[in-house]
């Protein structure tokens, strides 16, 4: 009864869990802008198990922050709910823009790959842009934790199993 339980539990946790993957970034604008040289960073996250690796696809973020320009931007204030652009289980980069902020600015996805990804932005003095690479994907806490509730229970269900 007790193993039976348990067993449901497990396999309710592993199918019901949502898979995030995380990723942080850094960046530096352009020397030619009007903000030359400028360092932003931010991270963000989706629902790893809602790619489908199939296609051109987006998924809503979970996660997301942008510090740039002595600001930080998060999902309050965007135009649209900050997406992932993937092709074929390949992430293009991330869209949201911000025109309500000085300066008014954007990430955008490439068609090429997150290689190619870029900050966008605009003042009263022009346009500018910066470029930015994705420095480490960070496991989510509850991956760990689900982790662990399956080893600790394989390992009750052996310890009983030898009793």
């Known amino acids: 009864m007790i193993r039976n339980t348990l067993l449901a539990l497990a396999a309710t946790l592993?199918?019901?869990a949502a898979q995030a993957a995380t990723f942080s970034f850094t960046g530096i604008t352009e020397g030619n802008g009007p903000l030359?040289?400028?360092a932003f960073s931010g991270s963000f996250s989706y629902d790893e198990l809602a790619l489908t690796n199939s296609g051109d696809e987006?998924?809503?973020l979970s996660g997301w922050t942008l510090n740039a320009f002595g600001q930080v931007f998060s999902f309050a204030g965007a135009e649209a709910a900050p997406i992932a652009v993937f092709t074929d289980g390949m992430l293009l980069g991330v869209e949201v823009s911000y025109s309500g902020s000085t300066?008014?600015?954007s990430m955008v996805s490439s068609p090429f790959g997150i290689a190619d990804a870029?900050?966008?932005y605009t003042t009263a003095n022009g346009m500018g842009?910066?470029?930015?690479t994705l420095t480490a994907a960070v496991p989510e806490p509850e991956s760990y934790a689900l982790m662990l509730a399956g080893l600790a229970a394989m390992g009750f269900m052996v310890r009983r199993k030898k009793a």
């Open 14 to 16: 592993a199918l019901g």
């Open 36 to 38: 030359p040289n400028s």
């Open 58 to 60: 987006t998924l809503a």
């Open 103 to 105: 300066p008014a600015l």
């Open 118 to 120: 870029y900050l966008s």
């Open 129 to 132: 842009t910066g470029s930015y």
